[in-house]
């Protein structure tokens, strides 16, 4: 069982930067695969980043590839998502997901993870 808490979300403009934090309950949280997802208003969940437990294997979506770095401290039981150069179009709650996978790439369904935080907001202004 994993309990996720995600942090840092916020009203930023457009160009600037934000980081949010995904703090994970557990003594196993190097074994888990975390992802962050998304979902606008009226939108399904989206995928962002995956990271593998070790941190050695990243997966970003089209979309924010080249502004998104996603990482973890496995000392902390905490994944990062530090977002650059952020967009109106990245509005949207921000939920970060875990779950074990036998091999790391690909795991972009929110269906293929098991548990979930709650989310935070983040909305960029134009």
């Known amino acids: 069982q994993v309990q996720l808490v995600e942090s840092g979300g916020g009203l930023v403009q457009s160009g600037g930067s934000l980081r949010l934090s995904c703090a994970a309950s557990g003594r196993t949280f190097s074994r888990y695969t975390m992802a962050w997802f998304r979902q606008a208003p009226g939108k399904e969940r989206e995928f962002v980043a995956n990271i593998w437990g070790s941190g050695g294997s990243t997966y970003y979506a089209d979309s924010v590839k080249g502004r998104f770095t996603i990482s973890r401290d496995n000392a902390k039981n905490t994944v990062y998502l530090q977002m650059d150069s952020l967009k109106p179009e990245d509005t949207a709650v921000y939920s970060c997901?875990?779950?074990?996978?036998?091999?790391?790439?690909?795991?972009?369904?929110?269906?293929?993870?098991?548990?979930w935080g709650q989310g935070t907001q983040v909305t960029v202004s134009s």
């Open positions: 997901a875990a779950d074990v996978f036998r091999y790391d790439g690909g795991h972009v369904s929110p269906y293929e993870y098991e548990y």
